[in-house]
C-alpha cells in the first residue's frame, strides 16, 4: 500500500475515533479518572475473557492465554533501553535479532510442525499429516503476505520520516509490529490448545525472547523522532498486546474444532517462517553480511534445542 493511502487510512481512524461519543466523554475527564477508568475497563474486560475460557475450555486454556500475554508483553521490557540510549550498536542489535530468529526457527520445528505432523497430524488424518500440516504452513505464509501488502505499514529498514508526519508514523510502526505478532500469539494459542502445557510454555518463551529485540526496533526511532521516552516503551509495548487476540483466536478454535488442530499448528508456523525470511533475518544483513548475526542465529537455535531437552 502507498504512503498516500495508508495516510488517508490512518486518518479515517483516526477521525472515526475522534467522532465516538464515549471516548470523547472519556477525554473531557480528569487526566488521573481517565486512566483509572481506563484500569478498570480494562480489568473488568481481562476478567470476563479468563473466567469464560476457564469454564469452557479448561485450566490449560486459561494458563495459555495469560502465557501470551506475557510474551506480548515482552515487547515492553525489549523497549526499555530506549528510556535510557537513543541508540544501540548495528553488531549488538544485529546480534539480537539473530539470535531472536534462530529461537523462532527452532520453536516452530519443535512445537509446531513435527507435533502437527507425528503426533496430532497422522493421528487425526492417518497417512496424510503432513499434508495437512504442509498446506496449513502454505496458508499462513499467504495470509502475512496479504496483510504485508494490503495493510499500511513501514517494515524495519524502511526510513518512516519519508513517508508521513510524526502521529502517522507511529501508526504505520503499530501496523507493521500488529502484522508480525498477531500469528506468534496464535502460535501459542494452538500449542496450549493441544493441551500440553509443557510445549506451550516453552512456546510462549521462545517468542517472549523474539519480542525483545523487536519492542527496541520500535521504541528507538520513536526517540529518535523526538517521542517522549517513557512513551516510546509503552507504544512498544501495546503493539505485542495484539498477541493474546491471537493466542485467544489460537486456543478457541482448536479446542472447539479439534480436527483443525495439525492444520491451525502449519498455518502458525508458516506464519513465523514468512517473517523469519521476509523482515527479521534481511534485516540482520541490511548493512551487508553480518556473521555476528549468522552465528547469534545458531546459538538461538541450540539454546531453544536445551530448553527443550532439559524441560522434556
Not at 517468542?207 to 519492542?215: D, F, K, S, V
Request: glycine content about 10%; proline content about 4%; overall charge neutral.
Amino acid at each position: 500500500m502507498s504512503a498516500f493511502n495508508s495516510t488517508i487510512f490512518i486518518d479515517k481512524c483516526q477521525a472515526q475515533l475522534n467522532s465516538c461519543a464515549y471516548y470523547q466523554k472519556l477525554q473531557a475527564l480528569p487526566k488521573n479518572q481517565r486512566w483509572l477508568t481506563y484500569a478498570g475497563l480494562f480489568l473488568v474486560s481481562q476478567i470476563i475473557v479468563f473466567g469464560s475460557l476457564y469454564l469452557f475450555f479448561g485450566r490449560i486454556a486459561a494458563i495459555g492465554l495469560f502465557a501470551s500475554v506475557l510474551a506480548g508483553l515482552a515487547t515492553g521490557l525489549g523497549a526499555l533501553p530506549a528510556a535510557f540510549f537513543k541508540q544501540v550498536s548495528n553488531n549488538l542489535f544485529n546480534g539480537l535479532l539473530g539470535g531472536a530468529a534462530g529461537v523462532i526457527l527452532a520453536a516452530t520445528s519443535f512445537f509446531l510442525l513435527l507435533p502437527g505432523m507425528i503426533e496430532y497430524g497422522n493421528e487425526l488424518w492417518p497417512d496424510k499429516g503432513l499434508w495437512v500440516v504442509a498446506v496449513g504452513m502454505l496458508f499462513g505464509a499467504f495470509f502475512l503476505h496479504l496483510a504485508d501488502n494490503k495493510l499500511p505499514h513501514i517494515h524495519f529498514n524502511e526510513d518512516p520520516g519519508a513517508h508521513t508526519e510524526s502521529l502517522q508514523k507511529i501508526w504505520l510502526f503499530i501496523f507493521a509490529i500488529t502484522i508480525h505478532n498477531f500469528p506468534e500469539g496464535m502460535s501459542v494459542g494452538v500449542s496450549f490448545g493441544t493441551g500440553d502445557m509443557h510445549k506451550g510454555i516453552v512456546l510462549a518463551i521462545a517468542i517472549a525472547l523474539q519480542n525483545i529485540p523487536e519492542g527496541l526496533a520500535v521504541a528507538l526511532p520513536l526517540v529518535a523522532l523526538g517521542y517522549n521516552k517513557w512513551k516510546a516503551v509503552g507504544i512498544a509495548t501495546l503493539t505485542g498486546l495484539v498477541e493474546p487476540v491471537g493466542g485467544l483466536l489460537g486456543i478457541t478454535m482448536v479446542s472447539v474444532f479439534s480436527s483443525v488442530l495439525p492444520f491451525a499448528m502449519g498455518f502458525a508456523a508458516g506464519a513465523m517462517l514468512f517473517v523469519i525470511s521476509e523482515e527479521i533475518i534481511p534485516e540482520t544483513h541490511s548493512n551487508g553480511r553480518s556473521r555476528i548475526a549468522t552465528f547469534a542465529l545458531m546459538f538461538g537455535f541450540i539454546i531453544m534445542m536445551a530448553l527443550e531437552s532439559l524441560l522434556g
